[in-house]
């Protein structure tokens, strides 16, 4: 298995390389680019330059302060070229694709992802900031998720076509077919003052007098602010998990050792929960890693939106809008690095949760 592990590790840096030079090839493509709006911008109105942060507000500022000069905007005489010249030397498409590729991906390899285009933050500091709703978001609604999803589906195993369920069983349907981002809109509706009562904040991840609250109340705050968006993740999630579950006990509980150890006089709870439980538990496991890097870094962009939560997923969208690259292409590194590895630590989990399945051995 340690072969079978180093062998992964060394394919990660190659799967990395490709993706990044996939959907580099891609963004040069892909009409509207960092120039192209920038131009954009200054042909359109004179006060564009207030809404795109860093060193391409100078260059447009600069174009600008040069084109008053003559007594008239220049954007309505159309660009010089020497100005369009320095705003792609600013954003770094003075340089042919293949250059700027090597560039990126050395740097990349330090972990340097420069700045953004339009705010002047390294991205790095970038994520930080928006860090904290991704995870709060994630970590409790994968964390709650897994702890309803898994008892109701082995309680839904045990009991398959009783009364229970049957109602279980239109409970997940609901969770299946309305999406997260309504469930929000109705908690918004009947708990934070959208219509009835408002037992709970409407914006934001703290309350604006978080820091002069004592560390109890922080954290009841924290909370509080919480609960309707994870709510609104955790119905619009659990669904697949609990059917998935559900149907790995099934599975399990149908064979001929468990049939056996009943025979042999163990008890229902311990031919669940000690013969049935490791070999069912394997198809849930393996989902584990990308549902967390799914519900982590890639949290609902409605539900951000909807709460006026500015994360990860809200700053990806933002990004691909403005072919912001550096915070493009910086996330898309770091997640899917992330991503591989957590991948790989599945498969090291199935090893250890049952040790008959050796990857190793089936590659050779």
């Known amino acids: 298995m340690l072969a079978y592990a180093l062998r992964r590790l060394l394919l990660i840096p190659v799967t990395l390389f490709g993706i990044l030079l996939v959907n580099f090839a891609i963004a040069q493509l892909a009409p509207g680019g960092p120039v192209e709006q920038a131009i954009a911008r200054l042909e359109g109105h004179a006060g564009a330059a207030s809404h795109v942060g860093g060193g391409g507000a100078d260059i447009q500022a600069a174009a600008l302060s040069r084109a008053g000069q003559t007594g008239a905007y220049r954007g309505a005489q159309g660009l010089d070229a020497k100005y369009i010249a320095e705003i792609e030397k600013q954003f770094g498409f003075d340089r042919p694709a293949h250059e700027r590729f090597a560039t990126m991906v050395g740097n990349y390899l330090r972990f340097d ?4 285009f339009y705010r002047d933050v390294p991205v790095v500091d970038l994520m930080l900031e928006k860090m904290p709703v991704s995870v709060s978001l994630g970590l409790w609604t994968t964390l709650i998720i897994y702890l309803v999803s898994i008892p109701l589906g082995i309680a839904k195993a045990r009991r398959d076509g009783s009364p229970f369920d049957v109602a279980s069983s239109w409970v997940v349907i609901v969770g299946y077919a309305v999406p997260g981002f ?3 809109i109705l908690l918004i509706v009947l708990f934070a003052g959208g219509r009835y009562v408002q037992w709970f ?11 002069s609250l004592s560390w109890w109340d922080k954290v009841a705050d924290y909370l509080w602010h919480l609960t309707l968006p994870v709510t609104a993740m955790v119905i619009g999630g659990f669904a697949s ?6 149907n790995s006990f099934l599975e399990e509980i149908n064979k001929l050792y468990v049939t056996t150890a009943r025979a042999k006089g163990l008890s229902e709870g311990r031919v669940l929960y000690f013969h049935v439980f490791r070999n069912a538990m394997l198809l849930v496991i393996a989902g584990f890693p990308s549902a967390l890097v799914g519900i982590l870094f890639a949290s609902s962009i409605l539900i951000e939106i909807i709460f006026s939560l500015d994360g990860l997923g809200l700053l990806g969208f933002e990004a691909v809008s403005n072919r912001d690259y550096p915070v493009m292409f910086g996330t898309l590194y770091l997640f899917t690095l992330l991503g591989l590895v957590l991948n790989l630590a599945s498969d090291l989990t199935y090893h250890w949760v049952d040790p008959r399945i050796d990857f190793e051995r089936r590659q050779g």
């Open 113 to 116: 992802f420069g700045k953004s």
């Open 182 to 184: 309504l469930f929000a």
């Open 201 to 211: 904040p409407l914006k934001g991840l703290t309350g604006p007098d978080w820091d």
């Open 241 to 246: 998990l609990t059917m998935l579950t559900k």
